[in-house]
């Protein structure tokens, strides 16, 4: 999301929108997270992690997808969509802007128990900020090489994909297979 972060009124200014227009469109995100936690948060609780986990991942996938039909895809000879397009990307984005946090953190604690919830989640988000910087030096190294955003989010777009279908594929380690999650004394 560090790509969105750094980029996105750039972006919105690229696409000939004004900075206020950004910054207002860069709130919406904001808005629809903390609906977007709270629900995929619930949902994960009822009926599943790895479920919803994956979705998040894919709806923000494809809400990038969104966002890049809204400008066009030239070399697809796709026009550009405008801006109900583009709010709708930005919608989809912000749903699942925020949502993957709860949820990693309980599917975390789900799979290898809360005795080393605190090492694997601190390892976890002490490697995020390294991803975070990268995300931000690409977007910017893209655009400056390309002239727009368009590869960055293609990137982006993939990764996403490929996230939630890791998180649907991959199987819980067999030395955990039933056992409760517990902590440990």
Same mark, same amino acid.
């Given at each position: 999301?560090?790509?969105?972060n750094?980029h996105?009124?750039?972006?919105? +200014? ?17 808005i ?6 709270v629900?995929?948060?619930h ?10 986990l994956?979705?998040s991942y894919?709806l /923000?996938?494809?809400?990038?997808f969104?966002v890049?039909l ?22 989809l ?13 309980a ?6 128990g ?6 694997i989640y601190?390892?976890m ?5 390294l991803?975070? =910087? ?6 910017g190294?893209?655009y400056?090489?390309y002239?727009?955003? +368009?590869?960055?989010i293609v ?13 649907l594929v991959?199987e +819980?380690?067999?030395m955990? /297979? =039933? ?7």
């Amino acid at each position: 999301m560090s790509f969105v972060n750094a980029h996105f009124v750039s972006y919105f +200014q690229d696409l000939g929108y004004r900075p206020m227009v950004a910054a207002a469109c860069f709130s919406l995100i904001g808005i629809w997270a903390i609906i977007g936690t709270v629900l995929f948060g619930h949902l994960s609780d009822k009926f599943g992690r790895r479920k919803f986990l994956s979705a998040s991942y894919h709806l /923000r996938g494809f809400g990038f997808f969104i966002v890049l039909l809204s400008m066009g895809i030239p070399l697809l000879n796709i026009p550009s969509l405008g801006l109900a397009a583009l709010l709708a990307g930005v919608i989809l984005v912000g749903i699942s802007w925020n949502a993957v946090v709860g949820i990693t953190a309980a599917y975390t604690s789900d799979r290898f128990g809360v005795g080393h919830m605190g090492t694997i989640y601190g390892t976890m988000f002490a490697v995020m900020p390294l991803g975070s =910087g990268l995300g931000a030096f690409l977007g910017g190294y893209f655009y400056d090489e390309y002239g727009s955003y +368009q590869m960055a989010i293609v990137i982006n777009l993939g990764l996403l994909v490929a996230a939630g279908l890791l998180v649907l594929v991959r199987e +819980q380690p067999p030395m955990l /297979r =039933g056992t409760p999650a517990v902590a440990s004394s």
